[in-house]
């Protein structure tokens, strides 16, 4: 049997709150182990209870959620923020402070339980929109990839070749040239259904590649291969276009 995935729920309104904890507990392979009412409730619930996934959908100053999401990454607890209204500014500033998702709180069930699985497994879960802005800014400040801290492993070799050298990424994870396609095309932004219709594979061929692709560089996620397409000059920046 598949090991249940234990969850820490903060939420200021008990409403709010019972009503996630029952949609957790509803799904297959999920268990909310603790609730927070206030964010001072967090961190000792966190250390009593050690969840595998924490989700913060708090009404607090935002300095204070970002420390927040700080201390829960040194604590090595993969942190979802429910947030209203969310701009690219506070995407970047949340996924530097260590937060592995980031989530609108009018969401539906379904999909609350989908991004906390995705985290659980390592993912950086963002909506399609919100990604879309995070690599328009990482074109135009690609330096600003090597500020998203990594909760996996560090590659070196990931971040040491030039910029703009195709030849050398291909053979540094020995990436097929159809795979170097597909990683150029998420770095432009472009879902499966897109990739399959430019390329004239089926969108099935786009996700077995995007899982080789994974293997082979050490992501997981579609937004960590683009900020790496863009981090190695696979996507043309704002500064090159101008």
């Known amino acids: 049997m598949e090991p249940k995935t234990s969850v820490l729920i903060a939420n200021d309104f008990p409403l709010v709150r019972n009503s996630m904890r029952e949609v957790l507990n509803n799904t297959p392979h999920m268990h909310v182990v603790a609730c927070a009412a206030a964010k001072s409730e967090v ?4 250390d009593s209870h050690h969840p595998q996934v924490g989700i913060l959908d708090l009404e607090e100053e935002w300095a204070e959620l970002i420390e927040l999401v700080k201390n829960l990454c040194n604590r090595q607890i993969p ?6 209204p969310l701009d690219d500014e506070k995407t970047m500033e949340l996924l530097k402070a260590g937060a592995n998702g980031i989530l609108s709180r009018r969401v539906d069930p379904q999909l609350l339980c989908r991004s906390v699985h ?3 497994c390592g993912e950086i879960w963002v909506s399609r929109i919100a990604t879309n802005q995070l690599i328009q800014r990482l074109r135009m400040q690609p330096a600003a990839v090597n500020a998203i801290p990594r909760q996996q492993e560090e590659r070196p070799s990931s971040v040491t070749a030039e910029a703009g050298a195709q030849a050398p990424l291909r053979n540094q994870f020995g990436l097929t040239p159809r795979e170097m396609d597909i990683v150029r095309a998420i770095g432009e932004a472009m879902s499966n259904k897109d990739i399959a219709t430019h390329f004239g594979i089926s969108e099935y061929t786009v996700k077995h590649h995007l899982t080789k692709i994974f293997d082979k560089i050490g992501v997981y996620s579609r937004l960590e291969l683009a ?3 863009t981090h190695h000059g696979l996507v043309a920046t704002q500064q090159a276009i101008a």
């Open 43 to 46: 961190l000792p619930l966190v």
């Open 118 to 120: 995705a985290v659980a």
């Open 227 to 229: 900020m790496m397409a």
């Open 79 to 84: 942190t979802l923020v429910m947030i209203d």
